[in-house]
């Protein structure tokens, strides 16, 4: 026989024993004092005096606990402040010059395949005086790895998303970076005939006040530092010569461009600090 969950259970029934003197009369039958039981011929005793009425005791309340406000979205012990949109560089008062190397900053470079994106911004980067992060496109795309969508393959729909998806992902890091007072500098193949899906899709992600800059040396530079290159980051010949011709697009657009055909890294990262003191002192309009 099962009870019911939380129904007390009936005390173990013994041989030579009647029911428990607790239990209550069956149903119909007169109780209270002063009732003889069923068959009882007797006389019937008084009925007990009846006890004083005791006023109600109030209920002993429950401790009152207060209510914890419910804790912040943090990761451990430092509040970090949310990422959000960056805003355009607040030019300095015209009596003190611009210092770009310790001024936080939000930087893209952009380039055809073997411009020299990556090594200048890695320089740049490594020799600041002002807290400063590396955001490649290029590594962020690799971070798939079943199902990597290679464009050298052709470019589809699944290259395109990706493409896409870690353009968000790096946007994403750069804000966070930003509003916790360390800089960002970004480098992409940004065509200058794709706007939505190039420039303008990397200042929605990051904000007004990113600051692009073209790198575009020499054809002849281009392929040579291309045939350096292994794996899936080396190009062909010809992709190299028509991504090269597409970049072209960037002469007249206002951006700041720099031919580093005649320039090694340290050289190319000198002339960007340049660039970019006058990009602060006189915010573009791009």
Request: charged share 15%.
């Amino acid at each position: 026989m099962q009870h019911a969950v939380g129904s007390p259970l009936p005390p173990p029934h013994q041989p030579g024993h009647g029911p428990h003197t607790t239990w209550a009369p069956a149903a119909g039958a007169p109780q209270g004092p002063g009732v003889p039981p069923p068959g009882f011929s007797g006389p019937v005793p008084p009925a007990p005096p009846a006890l004083p009425a005791q006023a109600p005791v109030p209920p002993h309340p429950a401790p009152q606990h207060p209510v914890a406000p419910p804790a912040p979205d943090v990761s451990g012990h430092v509040t970090l402040p949310p990422g959000g949109p960056v805003g355009v560089p607040a030019a300095p008062p015209h009596m003190t010059a611009p210092d770009p190397g310790a001024t936080t900053l939000a930087v893209l470079l952009i380039g055809p395949a073997g411009a020299g994106k990556t090594s200048v911004a890695k320089y740049w980067a490594d020799h600041r005086r002002a807290p400063t992060a590396h955001i490649s496109l290029d590594d962020v795309r690799e971070w798939v790895r079943s199902g990597f969508a290679d464009p050298q393959t052709g470019w589809n729909d699944h290259s395109e998303a990706q493409y896409r998806l870690a353009r968000r992902t790096c946007g994403f890091a750069a804000r966070n970076f930003l509003a916790n007072g360390i800089s960002c500098i970004l480098d992409d193949a940004v065509f200058p005939d794709r706007p939505v899906v190039g420039l303008g899709g990397w200042k929605r992600h990051v904000g007004p006040g990113l600051l692009p800059v073209v790198l575009l040396p020499g054809l002849d530079i281009v392929l040579e530092r291309n045939a350096e290159r292994s794996g899936n980051r080396r190009l062909t010949d010809e992709e190299v010569a028509r991504i090269h011709g597409r970049m072209a697009g960037w002469y007249g657009s206002g951006l700041p461009i720099i031919d580093n055909s005649q320039l090694d890294v340290p050289g190319t990262a000198r002339v960007l600090d340049e660039v970019l003191a006058r990009a602060i002192a006189s915010p573009p309009n791009w």
